[in-house]
């Protein structure tokens, strides 16, 4: 639910239409594909070496938690105040080559946000629930690659007060993941 919440390729959809307006359907998947790819790979990156990068820069859990706590609880918070998140702008696209890597793997798909839950998810755990979380991203990136092949379907079908109902919702429940995740990381450095 957590990634779900903060990647909602439900109401990513409509961003995706409007950076591809225009291309060819081979070229919308070739995108989408492109995206979901360099979305994944960054985040088992993250996943996998966060424990090195904690240590590399001295970087303890519970300011970790209560961190990305607060940036996760800012995207929720947003996102329910019906704010396009800064987090997930898609100002500056560039080049129509270039949006697979910016601004749809980084920062849409594999934003901070992203990252943080991700990396919230296996601190001080092992490979094996590492793995876990790896397989549970690798579905949400393949559930976002559909909705963004068939998004013209998707935005037609459920409409664009369904998509902000549902946007709002997600809001929530970052808004909440979020607060407790700073629970949590205060609990930790105040051993509560």
Sequence with gaps: MGFFAIMNPIANTPIFLGLVEGES????????RGA?????????????AGKYIFELFGIT??????????LVFYVGFEMLMSKKSK????SG???PNNIAI??????????PGTIVTAMNYVTNTDLFHAG???AIFAVM?????LAFILSDIIVHKVGPNLIAVIGKLMGLILAIMGTEMVTAGIQLAFKL
């Design 102 to 111: 910016s601004p749809l793997a980084i920062p849409i798909l594999a934003g």
């Design 141 to 145: 990136i393949l559930l976002t690659y």
């Design 36 to 48: 979901s790819i360099t979305a994944f790979l960054i985040v088992v990156i993250f996943v996998l």
């Design 61 to 70: 859990i519970p300011a970790f938690k209560i961190t990305g706590g607060l």
């Design 93 to 95: 696209s560039g080049e």
């Design 25 to 32: 359907p081979e070229e919308r998947k070739r995108i989408a």
């Design 87 to 90: 987090i997930h702008s898609n």
């Design 132 to 134: 876990i979380v790896i």
